[in-house]
């Protein structure tokens, strides 16, 4: 099962951030002048539910008919074989769709701004964004056993004239909170420079 195991390898690689790469590329949408800082994906725990069913399925759909010895039955005639494998191929694509799904949907934090690409479905996605100078509060929750087993939560960006920004799901969500905290100090900081040297100009050029 090589796409069974390459699904659960980039479940786990993904979403450690130890693993992020030093080179990040662009993604669609990203300004002349931003960089990419990180992009992360939920937690490999939010798809095992389904990744599991699929494959308990997948292996009861193998022994069952051995077990119960009319293995030779459904492949003797063309409707049963057809009907078999139709059922097998229908499970490995909803592991796959789950994966599309899950690596689809993904935060990225620039040095501008926060964006949450909510991936609902194949064929809807919405995304939210929120700068970074219009950050006003911070904070994670970690709810639940398996969220506190696993590491992972929920971070709330909360923004001036803006909906809360929800990073659901996420791995480490205390580490997360104080990146984006750092990268808002930044940001603010560079504003404040920008606007004391704008006051100085204008006071220079006063008439």
Sequence with gaps: MPVIAFIIYELIYRTDLTNQPKFIPEFLGQREDEEVVSIMFKHWFVVVAPMLKAIS???????????????KFIFTY????????FWMVFWVGYMVYQYINWYRDQFIITTQRLINIDQRSLLHRRVAEVE??????ITHIIKG??????????????SAGANDLMLEQISNPAL??????????????????????????????RV
């Design 132 to 137: 970074l100078d219009k950050i006003q509060n």
């Design 176 to 205: 997360i909170q104080e990146d984006i905290t750092r990268l808002v100090k930044e940001a603010t900081a560079d504003k404040s420079v920008t606007a004391t040297e704008l006051i100085d100009f204008i006071k220079d050029h």
């Design 78 to 85: 063309g409707i049963t074989t057809v009907l078999y494998y």
């Design 145 to 158: 056993l398996s969220p506190t087993m696993f590491n992972f939560g929920t971070v709330i960006v909360q």
């Design 57 to 71: 399925i997948i292996l009861l759909s193998f022994a069952i008919p051995i077990w119960l010895n009319f293995a």
